[in-house]
């Protein structure tokens, strides 16, 4: 650095590259001095800050003074908007901005009363000494309450950029104004040296730089002489600061192009000149530092070009902040008409201005009003000839025609691989393109592209940080409600008293005796205990079925209330059964099942002789003779028979079937379960044929006992003809017609009384199963000796009903015989 500030001080410049040298015409407006224009009767102020960095302190109706501030802000990138006169709030909306694109933006538009009061803030004008003794916060506070924004251009907020560091060696004063028609920089040069220099003294006394250096180009010779003299004048330290007359050259004035002209540093890309110890402040921004500091003047008023050829009175005007365009063409003599350009500063980097009702900005150094003469009339895009001019002009040493196609091609990420950021928009490659391509405007496109995709992806992140917040705010408030109840507990858990304790173990001891009871229910049905249950449970199915077959028959009433209750003992029956021990139930178990066994081998033994009874009445009575009223005694006793037996059967099949449904839609079908259900119901067939048995067999008693002689006539055909034959009628009298008929309902009665009894008896053995059958695996404390023995008793239960099967194939083939 030591070398370079040597280097400095003799004055050396480096060459740049690219660049141009288009006409200046700045002898329009450099000829008079700065003037001022009549003011506006309205003037709009652009507020677009409101709502994210500041607020509006004003309401409508409100009357302001100039130098006023309207917003009010705590951050410190915020930049307050002030009045430029005085007078009255009339509205507060949305008017058309000074931008090339005319989105509306909110404004305030104020009625100027042409009094000119100046707010309270403003005083009078301090002394050197003064500013001296401020302190760096005094100064930056004053600075940003005056809402100074670069006014090179850029409209950067100045107190950013002048906050204090330890590292800034250099500073630039930029006054090379290299736009052609723009003089306001010079003229502002040339009249207002001296508070130049004190702006430049308090941005001294802020940094403390090494070096200072005011660049002017070559072409302002009053200026450069001027600055000189305030120079000379200044109490800078000797050898400190300099003015420095660079070459005329378009872009000279551009931040990064004057940085390596007078130093030969070139910035890095996506830098700042701050990372290399240089600031760069415009002069305009230092004079406006001056009037801040020394006065507390708020930027409300700068010094804008009016100039061109339909301008007829060109020249270098004081203009407030807010100023409508249309009123400063009208005050100098706009001569075009509404089709007229107008185009918001110069005209290599300004723009078209498309309303012309917008307010003068900050930023606005002048306004060009050109006549047909000037400007080229607009061209017809060419395609691109890849000529390389552009490449050679461009100052940033970038690549403009690949910008071009990836541009074009809204290719815009492509296009800021090739570093599209640091475009200055400086104008040269569209100057020197033969095919009239409006280079610049494709560049504008695609960097307001990139910003809003920047801004998208800004706000989704905002938006996955305050989510991830409120996540983990609930997070610690369910934290806190845990730790809130844990401690509660604790609290009633110390003030409970002996009782209390005792009582809720009883409680979760029950509720873990519940658990492990349903646990215990819901395990395989492979185990002993499962398969005495499930085979309890389908003989109560296999009966409820039954019952149901018998009332769609009609030979028992419905009863809802016996259903309900056999149920209840059902129920209670499993339950008193989990209650038992283990050693306790399984010799109950053995001992019912014997019990059982019994009584189920003395029913069908019993089943058994009854039909090998009537088999043998039957045949015996075959061999003796009838007479005619004899037959007709027993045709009828056999009808009757014959209908019980078929009601029954009708009875058995529906059991069947309505066992099996039941039983497929309760219990898994296991080998065990299957083999059950089929037992029962040939148990129920056993019965229907034990009691079709026994009402033949008291048919046969009550009647003639030969039926043999008729047995080769089929009992409907002998029926009929004993009955309605007219021997029968004349042979038979009233009353033997009353004994048969009393017979056959001694027959029926008898027949219905068998049927009760045998169901009496399956009652009787199922009863004894649910009581010997109900598990007991839900008491905890069974051994394996209990466990083992249950499942004996469950391997002696299905043996039994194997044997049981088998005796009810044996009944059925008598009963195959017999018929």
């Given amino acids: 650095m030591l070398a370079l500030f040597e280097q400095i001080d003799k004055g050396t410049l480096w060459q740049v590259p690219g660049g141009i040298h288009p006409p200046e015409f700045k002898t329009l407006s450099s000829q008079s001095p700065i003037a001022r224009l009549p003011l506006a009767d309205r003037f709009i102020v652009p507020i677009p800050d409101v709502g994210e960095h500041c607020t509006l302190n004003l309401n409508v109706g409100d009357t302001v003074d100039k130098g006023q501030p309207l917003t009010v802000g705590d951050s410190f990138r915020h930049l307050p908007v002030h009045a ?63 809402g100074i924004a670069g006014l090179g251009g850029a409209a950067f907020p100045t107190h950013i950029k002048l906050k204090p560091a330890s590292d800034i060696e250099l500073l630039i004063i930029n006054g090379v104004e290299c736009e052609p028609y723009i003089t306001s920089d010079d003229l502002l040069m040339q009249q207002h040296s001296d508070e130049i220099i004190a702006g430049i003294e308090i941005i001294h006394q802020l940094l403390s730089p090494k070096r200072i250096i005011i660049a002017i180009e070559d072409n302002k010779p009053q200026a450069i002489e001027q600055m000189k003299h305030a120079l000379n004048r200044s109490a800078l330290p000797n050898k400190c600061a300099r003015v420095t007359a660079i070459p005329t050259l378009y872009p000279s004035g551009g931040e990064k192009q004057l940085i390596q002209i007078l130093t030969g540093q070139e910035v890095p890309s996506g830098s700042i000149p701050a990372h290399l110890g240089i600031l760069v402040q415009n002069v305009g921004t230092v004079f406006s530092v001056e009037q801040a500091v ?13 100039t061109g050829n339909n301008i007829a009175k060109p020249g270098n005007y004081w203009v407030p902040i807010g100023t409508p365009i249309e009123h400063l063409l009208s005050c100098t003599q706009f001569k075009g008409d509404s089709h007229s350009p107008v185009i918001i500063g110069g005209p290599m980097m300004g723009y078209m201005l498309p309303n012309r009702d917008a307010p003068l900005l900050k930023g606005s150094n002048c306004v060009l009003a050109p006549s047909s003469e000037e400007i080229a009339p607009p061209s017809t895009e060419k395609p691109c000839i890849r000529c390389g001019e552009c490449a050679i002009a461009c100052p940033a040493q970038l690549l403009p025609q690949q910008l071009f196609w990836h541009a074009k091609a809204e290719e815009y990420d492509k296009a800021a691989s090739y570093n599209l950021r640091d475009c200055i928009e400086c104008g040269c490659c569209s100057y020197v393109c033969p095919s009239d391509i409006p280079l610049v405007e494709y560049y504008r496109i695609a960097k307001s592209a990139l910003r809003v995709e920047a801004e998208d992806k800004k706000q989704a992140e905002l938006a996955k940080q305050r989510f991830d917040s409120r996540m ?8 806190a409600r845990e730790e809130k109840a844990k401690q509660a507990a604790q609290k009633r858990k110390a003030a409970m008293s002996g009782n209390d304790k005792d009582a809720i173990a009883a409680a979760m001891a029950r509720i873990k005796a519940k658990k492990a009871a349903e646990s215990l229910d819901a395990t395989s049905v492979s185990e002993p205990q499962q398969d005495k249950v499930a085979a309890a449970i389908a003989r109560a199915k296999a009966k409820k079925a039954a019952q149901q077959a018998e009332m769609a028959a009609g030979e028992i009433p419905t009863d809802k209330a016996a259903e ?38 003395s029913s069908v033994s019993r089943a058994v002789n009854n039909a090998v009874n009537s088999t043998a009445d039957v045949k015996a009575a075959a061999s003796q003779p009838l007479t005619q009223q004899e ?64 009402a033949k067999k008291v048919a046969t008693q009550d009647s003639t006992p030969a039926i043999s002689a008729s047995a080769e ?24 017609l009353k004994k048969a008929k009393i017979a056959a309902a001694v027959a029926k009665a008898k027949a219905k009384k068998a049927a009760n009894q ?4 399956d009652k009787t053995d199922d009863n004894a199963r649910l009581t010997t059958d109900t598990p007991s695996d839900s008491d ?26 088998k005796a009810i194939e044996a009944a059925q083939q008598l009963e195959q015989k017999d018929s």
Avoid: W
């Fill in 472 to 479: 983990l705010r609930l997070e610690e408030e369910k934290r």
């Fill in 84 to 146: 430029p006169v005085s007078g009255t709030l009339v509205a507060i909306e949305e008017r058309p901005s000074n931008h090339a694109s005319g989105l509306p933006v909110m404004c305030c538009v104020i009625q100027n009363d042409h009094q000119q009061r100046l707010a309270s803030t403003v005083h009078n004008r301090l002394s050197r000494d003064d500013v001296r003794q401020m302190s760096s916060q005094a100064i930056l506070a004053r600075v940003q309450s005056a």
């Fill in 564 to 601: 309900s209750a056999t149920k209840d003992k059902v129920a209670a029956a499993i339950a008193r059964a989990k209650a038992k021990k283990a050693a306790q139930q399984a010799a109950t178990d053995d001992q019912l099942d014997n019990q059982t066994d019994s009584q189920a081998d």
């Fill in 780 to 805: 905890p404390s069974l051994s394996p000796e209990a466990i083992k023995q249950q499942r004996i008793a469950a391997a002696v239960a299905k043996a039994k009903a194997k044997k049981q099967a």
């Fill in 631 to 694: 037959k007709v005694a027993a045709a009828i006793a056999r009808a009757k028979a014959k209908k019980a037996a078929k009601n029954s059967e009708v009875s058995s099949s529906k059991v069947t079937e309505t066992d099996k449904q039941s039983f497929d839609e309760t219990l898994p079908q296991t080998e065990a379960t299957q083999t059950l259900s089929e037992a029962d119901a040939k148990k129920a067939k056993i019965a229907a044929a034990v009691a079709r048995a026994k």
């Fill in 713 to 736: 006539i089929p009992p409907t055909a002998e029926l009929s003809t004993a009955v309605g034959s007219p021997v029968a009628q004349a042979s038979t009298s009233d009353t033997e």
């Fill in 294 to 306: 020394y006065s507390n003047i708020p930027l409300i008023e700068r010094v804008v070009t009016l």
């Fill in 758 to 761: 045998v169901k009496s008896q």
